[in-house]
């Protein structure tokens, strides 16, 4: 049996009761076995064994009271997965669905991700089972200073830097910053996507969602193609797939469909983002209230989004939101590319199908990296202490992004995988960690 296959059956083995990390690794493990079996250097140092156990896993009470006076217990996480290239850097994800699974895949995936960008950042992540939705301002702080009582002796500008993810966004930032400056008397740089007026970086908030489709153009460029002039469905309506939208419309495309956990909605002459940003950023409500704004859009709760007919598939909600039955349609439909905003929104069999059939496929450790890459500009900019503007912040993320497709390219080129992104963007990241990890020896 193969190294490669030896090492996850000792994962899977150890690891059966977590579905998405399996999924992760199995994927990751997969597709590098090329270029493991080629050095055995990999072998002797253990790497496959190492790169897949997290340096440490942090799992903490998170008690907070509530408007009614009742106190609540959630469960807080802290996946500290890999520090070879960089302080531990990742997202704070806060969804009733999070679990250890959960957070360790993210971790995971994180770790390539972040050696993607080629800036200093190791591979973590964190989160926890409080669900933000529905809650008072007064009951998020309670719960985030709650969370940051706890998770501020694991972390710091050197040594781990959380930032947002799906529920956590300016407001959290915000309170776990003041909980964590409070207790420390530290003011640095432990968080990335912080407000404006204490250190966070411009063009943060837009990063990943402009990086992908900075890394869509970057892809159908080298195919002659672009993105102007096409039909675009993204799926979602937070953080990634608000900027993912408004980024493809200032290219030219035509968003038609955006979505939340309940519904979706289709706009034949094109997504107003204004609305999205009002019912959204600032009234924190659902989609369905779209149609009040644009009375020609239709609102469904049944079907999939992936039925509206596309050229380029942006999934930018939430993993295996993209089934195989979605990417047959899609197919059907004509679709061209399909490129992640969210973190394995699409399922293995579903990425088999897509890229068999000849369509673009980009995964998200390589498409959604402009949002870490972008914190790793906030954490530079913190330690000089200086801003840089808009324009120059957003000029690095598309050379971040374009270099990253490049190393996927370079990668593609010297194995012969033709498109295969996936393979192209796993060794890429793997290669980089596991000549650090070597370095640094057996630890
Ligand atoms: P937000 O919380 O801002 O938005 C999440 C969106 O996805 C919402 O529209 C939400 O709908 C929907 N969604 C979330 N969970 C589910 C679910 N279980 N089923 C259906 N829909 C769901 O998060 P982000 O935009 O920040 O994150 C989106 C994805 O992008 C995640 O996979 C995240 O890990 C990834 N990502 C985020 C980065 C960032 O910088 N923020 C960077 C790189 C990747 P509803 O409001 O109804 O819950
Ligand atoms: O998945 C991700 O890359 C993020 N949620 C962003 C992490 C970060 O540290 O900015």
Not at 68 to 81: A, C, L, M, P, S
């Amino acid at each position: 049996m193969s190294y490669v296959k030896e090492v996850y059956q000792s994962i899977a083995a150890k690891n059966s009761h977590e579905p998405e990390f399996l999924q992760a690794v199995e994927e990751v493990l997969a597709t590098i076995e090329p270029a493991v079996e080629k050095d055995p250097i990999y072998r002797q140092n253990a790497i496959l064994e190492r790169i897949t156990e997290p340096d440490r896993m942090i799992m903490f009470r998170v008690p907070w009271v509530d408007d009614k006076g009742n106190i609540q217990v959630n469960r807080g996480y802290r996946v500290q997965f890999n520090n070879a290239i960089g302080p531990y850097k990742g997202g704070i994800r806060l969804h009733p669905s999070v679990n250890l699974s959960i957070i360790k895949f993210l971790g995971f995936e994180q770790i390539f991700k972040n050696a993607l960008t080629g800036l200093p950042i190791g591979g973590g992540k964190g989160g926890s089972d409080f669900d933000p939705k529905g809650k008072s301002d007064r009951e998020v702080m309670a719960f985030c200073q709650s969370f940051m009582t706890e998770l501020y002796r694991h972390i710091g500008a050197d040594v781990d830097v959380p930032a947002g993810d799906i529920g956590t966004g300016a407001r959290e930032i915000g309170y776990m910053y003041g909980q964590y400056k409070r207790i420390t008397s530290l003011y640095e740089g432990v968080l990335t996507g912080k407000g404006l007026t204490y250190g966070g970086s411009l063009a943060r908030k837009e990063a990943t969602g402009f990086g992908l489709v900075y890394m869509t153009e970057e892809m159908l460029k080298s195919k002659g193609n672009t993105i102007a002039g096409k039909t675009v469905v993204v799926s979602g309506s937070g953080n990634v797939a608000t900027y993912a939208c408004e980024k493809a419309q200032q290219l030219g495309a035509k968003v038609v469909a955006m979505s939340d956990s309940n519904g979706w909605v289709f706009d034949k002459d094109g997504i107003d983002i204004a609305a999205i940003k009002q019912i959204k950023e600032v009234e924190r409500k659902r989609i369905s209230e779209y149609v009040n704004y644009r009375p020609q859009a239709e609102y469904h709760t049944d079907g999939r989004i992936w039925d509206v007919p596309c050229d380029v598939a942006l999934p930018c909600a939430t993993q295996n939101e993209l089934h195989l039955s979605d990417a047959e349609t899609l197919i059907k439909n004509g679709v061209m590319a399909v490129c992640e905003g969210a973190n394995m929104p699409s399922t293995p069999d579903a990425i088999h199908k897509l890229q068999s059939s000849g369509i673009f496929f980009v995964p998200g450790k390589a498409a959604n990296a402009g949002g870490v890459a972008v914190s790793a500009l906030e954490m530079s900019q913190n330690s000089m202490r200086l801003s840089w503007t808009f324009d120059e912040v957003d000029q690095r993320l598309k050379g971040i992004m374009a270099g990253i497709f490049g190393q996927l390219k370079g990668v593609c080129d010297e194995f012969g995988f033709g498109d295969n992104y996936v393979a192209g963007a796993n060794i890429a990241g793997f290669k980089k960690v596991a000549t650090s990890m070597i370095a640094h020896g057996a630890v």
